[in-house]
């Protein structure tokens, strides 16, 4: 089962495989320079499903600008724009169905 087809389960009331959740938290500055401790926070990484770490890892990939606004499109299928007041949701991928 893929994140978004849980996802609509979780939505739907119909026995997710598991919660959704965004975990926003940037790992990468919470490990220190001992390198067990780096080892065992990719192994508990390895475990969570992709779809739970979003937004400081997949984020910054995927940032592009066109028309003078910086966007964004998610693993989850939104759309994000930026005008430089702050990102508002422009596209919604749930909307298909």
């Not at 994140?3 to 997710?16: D, Y």
């Not at 220190?32 to 969570?48: G, Q």
């Amino acid at each position: 089962m893929t994140g978004k087809q849980n996802f609509q389960r979780a939505i739907g009331f119909s026995s997710p495989a598991y919660l959704p959740n965004a975990l926003g938290v940037d790992f990468d500055y919470l490990r220190d320079k001992n390198e067990t401790d780096t080892a065992y926070l990719k192994s508990l990484i390895e475990r969570m499903p992709k779809d739970l770490l979003n937004f400081l890892w997949v984020w910054k990939d995927h940032w592009y600008t066109a028309d003078g606004k910086t966007h964004n499109h998610d693993e989850w299928g939104t759309d994000w724009v930026d005008d430089g007041h702050g990102c508002v949701t422009c596209g919604y991928p749930l909307e298909q169905g």
